[in-house]
C-alpha cells in the first residue's frame, strides 16, 4: 500500500484518481491561480517569513568505526541553508586521513567481520529494523532534508523518505536471495559460481537527493554483505549522519558503514584512489565522474559505478494529450528545482502541436509556486547554492544572448537565498548552450521537431544518455523511439517513475552501470567460478 | 564428444597430461634435447596472404602505407610484414563499424540469421584447422599439437556456443509499485572495440568477438603486434560465412598509437582489453579521459597453486606443472605461485623437479614437443632477468636457469624452491616457465599470503579433504577457484578477476553482459487485470 502510493507520487502520472503528486503539486498551481495571490511566481510573497525548522541538528562529527568523531586535522566547515545562505551548522571535515581512518575501520569489518561472515537473514533483519527506524523518525529527517537542500518539505516527507524506507525494505528482500549459478560442463568437471561481495565499498553521493542517493548506494552494498565508506556533498551532509546513526541503532555492526563529509578533492579522491577500497560507485557531474574514474585507473583498478550528467530529451508528438503532456514536461523538467540528472531538460515538441503547447507551457510555469520550502503547498524552494544559482542564471543569459525565446522568468526570486524564477525558453535550437549543457536548474528549453526520424537523430545528438520522456498514443510510435533512444530509461507517456526495482542509469557518457533493481547486484558483487573434477558422474 | 575432448585436453587433467610425460620420459632432461629437438626449424607448410588491414570488409593498406615485420619466435627471422595501423586506420575501421551498426544490416538482422552466420563461420573454421593451427604456431611459438588440437578446436566451440547465446538474450518484465508497466531491454552498446594479446591469439579473439557479435555489436579489433596473422586469416573466412561489411574490423598495429586510438575514441562505445595490468590501467584511464565508454579487463595474474598435506602429490606435481608451464609459462591465470604444504614439501620439490628436466622443449612444429620458444626478444631476456633476480634473492634454483639452445627465444624449464614471499619472483608475473616453490605451515598462513597480491585472477586448490575445499574456495581473492584441476576453460565458465587482475568477466552467460546496455520502459497502466 504504502510502497504503491510512494511511486504515484514520485511519478506524476496524470491518471488523477492514481496520483498523489500529481494531485497535489499541480492543484497547488491552480490554487494559488484562481486565489489570485501571485499570479505570478515573482510577486509570491511567500520569501518573507521563512519558517524555522522544526528539528535540532545533533550529528556532525564524521562517523567512524560506529563513533562519532571529529576530523583529523581538526578542521570543520560550514553547511547552508538555501533559503537565506546562512550557516546551519559547521561539520567536521574529513580528508585523505579520515578517510584512510573510515577505509580502516571498513577493512576490518570486512575482512575480520562479522558482517560478511553474519547470516544474510541477520543482515536483512538489522536492514529492516533500520527502515522501521526511519520510518520513526521521517519527520526530523524531512525537515533536515529540507533544511540542508531547500527542497520542497512537502517532497521530502511524503515522497522521498518513503521512498528511502522502501528501497531499504527492497534490497533487505534482496539479501537471502543472492544465487550464484551451476554451470553445465563439457567435460566431467562440476561447476558452480559464486556471487561474492567486494570487500570495502567506496560511496560519493551528491547533493540533490542526499537521502535517496544513500539509499541505492548504501542498500545493495549491504545487502550483498560488503562494508563501505560514504562521503556525502559537502553541500548536505547532515542527514546522512542521522540515518547512519539510526543504522547502528538498528544494530549494525561498527566499520560496516562509516560516513565522511567533506569536498571532492580532498576525501573524494582520497577514496577514489585509495588502495585498500575494492569498488567506487559515484553520483555526480560527468566531469566529476570522469575524474574518479581515472583516478580508480591509476591506483588498483577498483571498479567504478557511475552516475552522471544528462540532457535528456522529453518528446512530445503529434498525437499526443497536449494538456497531460504540458503538465508532465513542466513536471520533468522543474521537479526537485531542476535539480535532477534525469531532467527533462530538452522538450522537443511536435510542429503540429507547438503553439499550443507553448503558451500552456508558459502559463504552466507561471503558476509554479516558488517559496519558502517548508510552507505548504510550494512548489518549488531555493536552488542549492551560490555557485548553482549563478551558474543557472548564467545559462539564462546565454539562452536570451543566443536569441531563444525568453517566455517567461529568467531571473532570481526575491533577494535573499538562491531562487531562481521558473524560466521557459522557446525557439530553442540545438546548437545553443542550453540545448546542449546540463543547467540543473529550473530552466525549460523547447524545441520543434517535423518527424520521427529528425527527432530520433537529435534526441541522441547528445554525449548524453541518461534517460527520456516519450509522449505518443500510438504503439507504433512508442516501440519504435524505446528502441531508438541512447537513453538507460525510457519513460512513455510518464516520468520520473522511481521503483526500487526498475534500474537508472546511463548510456553514453551519462554513466556506467546500473542502479537500483536486479541489475545493481551486480555492482557489488565479485564472480567467483569454481571447478573440481567428476568421477563417474551420474549425469552431465 | 569434441567439446570434452578439448576441456580434458587443457585440463591437463593427469590421464592427457601423461600422454606428454611419456614422451618426455624419452629424454631424460631437457637440457640435452636441446641440439636434437630444436636442429632446423621445421618450415610450415602453409602461404601467408592476408598481411593488409580488414577494414568495411575489404582489405586495405595502412593509410600511412607503413609496415612492420612480425618475426617467427623459433629464430627471430621475419615471417612477414603487416599493414602498421594507425589513429587514422582505426578511424577509418570505426567509422565502417559506426555504419554498420547505426544503419545496420547487423543490429538490425534477426537474433537468427545473426546466430547462423556464426554458426557457419565455426564450421568454416573447422574445416581450415590445419592452417590456422600452423599460422598461430609459426606467429606464436606454441605446440602445434596444442593450437591444432585443443585452441583451434576451442575456438569453434566458443563461437557455437556464442551463436546459441545470440537469441536467446531476454530483457526482464519488472514487478512495479504502482500502475505501471514496467519492461527492461538489453541492448547491444554500438561499436566495440576488442584489443587482444599475443598469448592465445585466437582464443581471445573468440572470448570477445564471439559475445560482441552475438550481443549484436559492431567490432574494431586490435590485435597484438606480436601475432596479427591468424586473426585476419579467421576474419575472412568470416565474411565467407556471410559477415556483411563493416560488422567485423580488424587492425593490427601496435598498443601506444592503434591501441591508444581505440582507446579513446569518441565515437567507440565500449572497450575490451586482455593484456597487462600496466597497460590495463592505461587503457581505462584513457577511456575516462575521453567517452566514458565502459571497459572490459582481463589483466595479469600471480595465481597460487596450493597442494595441502592431504594432497596426491604425484598429481600435484604434475599439475602444478602443467599450470606454470602451459604454453610457454604465458598464461595470465599461469599457477605462478606454488605453495606447498610442509609435510609434503621436500618430495614435492623432488619431484617437480624431475619433471621439470622431462619436459620436452623444441621445435614447436615437432610432434610431441611440450614446450616452445617465449614470444619474443623482450618477453625472453625479461624472463632471464627474473631468474637472475631469483637466484641473486637466494631462492634454491633447482633446474633450468638458462636460455635453451642458441637461436631464438628458447628457454629452459626453471624450478625454484625455497622461495620467500617478498621475493621478486614471487611478486611479479614473469609470463614464462619459471616455477616458484614456497613452503606453508597451515591453512590461515597460506590464505593470507596467497591473498597478499594486487592480483586475484585464478587459483588452484590440492586437497582431498572437503572442509580445506570449501574454505580456501571463499577464503582467496580470485575469479576461478580449480579444485584438484587447473585451466578448465570451458565456454560456460566465467574467467576474469577480483583486485588488479581486472574488471569484468569473460565467456558464460556473464560474458553477455559486457556486450549489452540496460534500457529500462515504463508506461502507465489503466485499471490493471493485475500488478
Avoid at chain 1, 206 to 220: E, I, T, Y
Avoid at chain 1, 332 to 343: I, M, R, V
Avoid at chain 1, 362 to 380: H, I, N
Amino acid at each position: 500500500m504504502a510502497a504503491r502510493r510512494i511511486s504515484s507520487l514520485l511519478t506524476r502520472s496524470l491518471s488523477v484518481s492514481s496520483s498523489s503528486v500529481s494531485t497535489l503539486f499541480s492543484s497547488l498551481g491552480k490554487n494559488s491561480g484562481r486565489n489570485g495571490i501571485g499570479k505570478r511566481f515573482s510577486t509570491a510573497a511567500a520569501l518573507e517569513d521563512l519558517i524555522v525548522p522544526p528539528v535540532q541538528i545533533a550529528y556532525t562529527q564524521n562517523l567512524i568505526d560506529g563513533k562519532f568523531v571529529d576530523a583529523a586535522s581538526g578542521k570543520t566547515f560550514p553547511t547552508y541553508d538555501p533559503r537565506t545562505g546562512d550557516v546551519i551548522a559547521n561539520v567536521a571535515e574529513g580528508d585523505a586521513e579520515d578517510i584512510d581512518r573510515a577505509v580502516a575501520a571498513a577493512r576490518k569489518a570486512f575482512d575480520e567481520g562479522p558482517w560478511p561472515k553474519m547470516t544474510p537473514y541477520e543482515r536483512s533483519r538489522i536492514m529492516l529494523r533500520f527502515a522501521d527506524l526511519v520510518e520513526k523518525h521521517s519527520e526530523e529527517l524531512a525537515a533536515l532534508e529540507t533544511w540542508n537542500n531547500g527542497k520542497p518539505h512537502e517532497q521530502a516527507a511524503k515522497s522521498e523518505l518513503p521512498m528511502f524506507i522502501r528501497l531499504f525494505h527492497y534490497y533487505a528482500g534482496w539479501a537471502d536471495k543472492i544465487h550464484g549459478l551451476t554451470v553445465p560442463a563439457d567435460g566431467h568437471h562440476h561447476v558452480q559460481i559464486l556471487h561474492e561481495p567486494i570487500g570495502v565499498a567506496g560511496q560519493i553521493i551528491p547533493w540533490n537527493f542526499p537521502l535517496l542517493m544513500f539509499a541505492w548506494k548504501v542498500g545493495p552494498a549491504l545487502a550483498c554483505g560488503n562494508t563501505i565508506v560514504l562521503k556525502t556533498a559537502e553541500q548536505t551532509p547532515l542527514t546522512a549522519l542521522y540515518v547512519a546513526k539510526l543504522f547502528h541503532e538498528a544494530g549494525l555492526p561498527p566499520g560496516v558503514l562509516n560516513v565522511v563529509s567533506g569536498y571532492g578533492p580532498t576525501a573524494g579522491a582520497a577514496l577514489a584512489s585509495h588502495m585498500d577500497v575494492d569498488k567506487v560507485a559515484f553520483t555526480g557531474s560527468t566531469d566529476t565522474g570522469k575524474i574518479v574514474l581515472e583516478l580508480a585507473a591509476k591506483s588498483n583498478l577498483k571498479p567504478v559505478t557511475l552516475e552522471l550528467g544528462g540532457k535528456s530529451p522529453f518528446i512530445i508528438c503529434e498525437d499526443a494529450d497536449v494538456d497531460k503532456a504540458v503538465e508532465l514536461a513542466h513536471f520533468a523538467l522543474f521537479f526537485n528545482q531542476g535539480q535532477c540528472c534525469c531532467a527533462g531538460s530538452r522538450t522537443f515538441v511536435h510542429e503540429r502541436v507547438y503553439d499550443e503547447f507553448i503558451e500552456k507551457a508558459k502559463a504552466r510555469a507561471l503558476k509554479r509556486v516558488v517559496g519558502d520550502p517548508f510552507r505548504k503547498g510550494v512548489e518549488q524552494g531555493p536552488q542549492i547554492d551560490t555557485e548553482q544559482f549563478e551558474k543557472v542564471l548564467r545559462y539564462i543569459r546565454a539562452g536570451i544572448e543566443s536569441n531563444a525565446t525568453l517566455e517567461c522568468g529568467g531571473d532570481r526570486l526575491g533577494t535573499k537565498g538562491y531562487f531562481v524564477q521558473p524560466t521557459v525558453f522557446s525557439n530553442v535550437m540545438d546548437d545553443m548552450l542550453i540545448a546542449k549543457d546540463e543547467i540543473f536548474g529550473p530552466v525549460q528549453s523547447i524545441l520543434k521537431f517535423k518527424d520521427i526520424d529528425e527527432v530520433i537523430r537529435r534526441a541522441n545528438n547528445t554525449r548524453y544518455g541518461l534517460a527520456a520522456g516519450v509522449f505518443t498514443k500510438s504503439v507504433e510510435t512508442a516501440n519504435t523511439l524505446t528502441r531508438a533512444l541512447r537513453a538507460g530509461t525510457v519513460w512513455v507517456n510518464c516520468f520520473d517513475v522511481f521503483d526500487a526495482a526498475i534500474p537508472f542509469g546511463g548510456y553514453k557518457m551519462s554513466g556506467i552501470g546500473r542502479e537500483k533493481g536486479i541489475y545493481s547486484l551486480h555492482n557489488y558483487l565479485q564472480v567467483k567460478a569454481v571447478v573440481t573434477p567428476l568421477k563417474n558422474p551420474a549425469w552431465l | 564428444m569434441a567439446a570434452r575432448r578439448i576441456s580434458s585436453l587443457l585440463s591437463s587433467s593427469a590421464t592427457s597430461l601423461g600422454r606428454f610425460s611419456s614422451w618426455g620420459r624419452r629424454i631424460k632432461s631437457f637440457s640435452t634435447a636441446a641440439a636434437a629437438a630444436i636442429g632446423e626449424p621445421i618450415h610450415p607448410s602453409i602461404q601467408i596472404d592476408h598481411t593488409q588491414l580488414l577494414i568495411n570488409g575489404q582489405f586495405v593498406d595502412a593509410a600511412s602505407g607503413k609496415s612492420f615485420p612480425t618475426v617467427d619466435p623459433r629464430t627471430g627471422d621475419v615471417i612477414a610484414r603487416v599493414a602498421e595501423g594507425d589513429l587514422e586506420d582505426v578511424n577509418r575501421a570505426v567509422a565502417a563499424a559506426r555504419k554498420a551498426f547505426d544503419e545496420g544490416p547487423w543490429p538490425k538482422m534477426t537474433a537468427y540469421e545473426r546466430s547462423r552466420i556464426m554458426l557457419r563461420f565455426a564450421d568454416l573454421l573447422e574445416k581450415h584447422t590445419e592452417e590456422v593451427a600452423k599460422l598461430e604456431t609459426w606467429d606464436n611459438g606454441k605446440p602445434y599439437e596444442q593450437a591444432a588440437k585443443i585452441e583451434i578446436p576451442m575456438v569453434v566451440r566458443m563461437f557455437r556456443y556464442y551463436a546459441g547465446w545470440a537469441d536467446k538474450i531476454h530483457g526482464f518484465t519488472v514487478p512495479a509499485d504502482g500502475q505501471h508497466h514496467v519492461q527492461t531491454l538489453h541492448e547491444p552498446y554500438g561499436v566495440c572495440g576488442l584489443i587482444i594479446p599475443w598469448n592465445f591469439p585466437l582464443l581471445l579473439y573468440s572470448w570477445k568477438v564471439g559475445p560482441a557479435l552475438a550481443c549484436g555489436n559492431t567490432v574494431v579489433l586490435k590485435t597484438a603486434e606480436q601475432t596479427p596473422l591468424s586473426a585476419i586469416y579467421v576474419s575472412k573466412l568470416f565474411h565467407e560465412a556471410g559477415l556483411p561489411p563493416g560488422v567485423l574490423n580488424v587492425v593490427s598495429g601496435f598498443g601506444p598509437t592503434a591501441g591508444a586510438a581505440l582507446s579513446s575514441h569518441m565515437d567507440v562505445n565500449k572497450l575490451s582489453f586482455t593484456g597487462s595490468t600496466a597497460t590495463g590501467k592505461i587503457v581505462l584511464a584513457l577511456a575516462a579521459k575521453s567517452n566514458l565508454k565502459p571497459v572490459t579487463l582481463e589483466l595479469g595474474g600471480k595465481s597460487p597453486f596450493i597442494v595441502c598435506k592431504d594432497a596426491d602429490v604425484d598429481k600435484a606435481v604434475e599439475l602444478a606443472h602443467s599450470a606454470l608451464f602451459f604454453n610457454q609459462g604465458q598464461c595470465c591465470c599461469a599457477g605462478s605461485r606454488t605453495l606447498v604444504h610442509e609435510s609434503v614439501y621436500d618430495e614435492f620439490v623432488e619431484k617437480a623437479k624431475a619433471r621439470a628436466l622431462k619436459r620436452v622443449v623444441g621445435d614447436p612444429f615437432k610432434m610431441g614437443i611440450e614446450q616452445g620458444p617465449q614470444i619474443d626478444n623482450e618477453q625472453f631476456k625479461k624472463i632471464l632477468k627474473y631468474i637472475r633476480s631469483g637466484i641473486e634473492s637466494g631462492a634454491t634454483l633447482e633446474s633450468g636457469g638458462e636460455q635453451f639452445g642458441s637461436k631464438g627465444y628458447y628457454i629452459q624449464p626453471t624450478v625454484f624452491s625455497n622461495v620467500q614471499d617478498d621475493m621478486l619472483i614471487a611478486k611479479d608475473e614473469i609470463f614464462g616457465p619459471v616455477q616458484s616453490i614456497s613452503k606453508f605451515k597451515d591453512l590461515e598462513e597460506v590464505v593470507q599470503r596467497a591473498n597478499a597480491s594486487s592480483y586475484g585472477l585464478a587459483a588452484g586448490v590440492f586437497t582431498q579433504n572437503i572442509e580445506t575445499a570449501n574454505t580456501l574456495t571463499r577464503a582467496l581473492r580470485v575469479g576461478t577457484v580449480w579444485i584438484n584441476c587447473y585451466d578448465i576453460f570451458d565456454a560456460a565458465v566465467p574467467f576474469g578477476g577480483f583486485k588488479m587482475s581486472g574488471q569484468g568477466r569473460e565467456k558464460g552467460i556473464y560474458g553477455l553482459s559486457s556486450y549489452l546496455q540496460v534500457k529500462a520502459v515504463v508506461t502507465p497502466l489503466k485499471n490493471p487485470a493485475w500488478l
